[in-house]
């Protein structure tokens, strides 16, 4: 494998972005949800989906994900709660990307949304990127298989060229089931070990 990859693929929240996610939509709530019934209703929520593929603007995200949560904040301040949701790089990512620019081109896949992913431009994190595809932008969100046939074709290689590493195993599936070589990793240094391994680093 170490003669063929070329592009080495990140999913961003969770794999090299500090991203918090249900953790702070807790106390914007009207009243304390279990973990679970949250993850469920977060994880079928019909505008954050729309959102996260670039169909509904950013004001009818808010107009109807406040109403339906119940949430009592006025736009503007949700709007900056929503966007404290990225926090920035995940200790070492930056050095592991500094370590690796040399040798690869470097490429960013996320499942986002226009506010978070202005976040992560105002944070310098997309150019850390050669590339980098937000799910909005693509109109889909993994694990789509298309959205990394749509990656791969704006990348301009070969699908086996591409190694994505993602902290969900969905993702990593459907990746697999399109050429990729993909690992299921939780962080920077879980990356790090990968490509070590695989004799890439």
């Not at 105002?122 to 595809?133: I, K």
């Not at 290689?157 to 990729?180: H, K, Q």
Request: proline share 5%; aromatic share 8%; net charge negative.
């Amino acid at each position: 494998m170490a003669d063929r990859v070329s592009v080495l693929l990140f999913d961003l929240g969770g794999v090299l972005v500090d991203f918090s996610g249900l953790d702070d939509i807790q106390p914007l709530l009207p009243a304390r949800m279990a973990p679970d019934a949250l993850a469920r209703k977060w994880g079928t929520c019909p505008h954050s989906l729309a959102y996260g593929a670039g169909a509904i603007t950013t004001d009818q995200f808010i107009e109807r994900f406040t109403r339906d949560w119940g949430i009592t904040l006025a736009p503007e301040a949700f709007l900056d709660a929503w966007q404290d949701w990225v926090r920035g790089w995940l200790p070492s990512a930056r050095e592991l990307l500094d370590d690796l620019r040399p040798r690869y081109r470097l490429a960013a896949l996320s499942n986002s949304n226009a506010a978070h992913w202005a976040r992560l431009d105002a944070l310098g994190v997309l150019d850390a990127f050669d590339m980098a595809l937000g799910s909005q932008d693509a109109g889909r969100r993994k694990p789509d298989p298309a959205i990394f046939d749509d990656m791969v074709a704006r990348l301009g290689v070969e699908p086996a060229s591409v190694l994505f590493f993602d902290d969900s195993a969905a993702n990593v599936a459907a990746a697999r089931t399109r050429g990729l070589h993909a690992t299921l990793v939780d962080g920077p240094d879980a990356v790090r070990t990968d490509l070590v391994d695989r004799g890439l680093l």
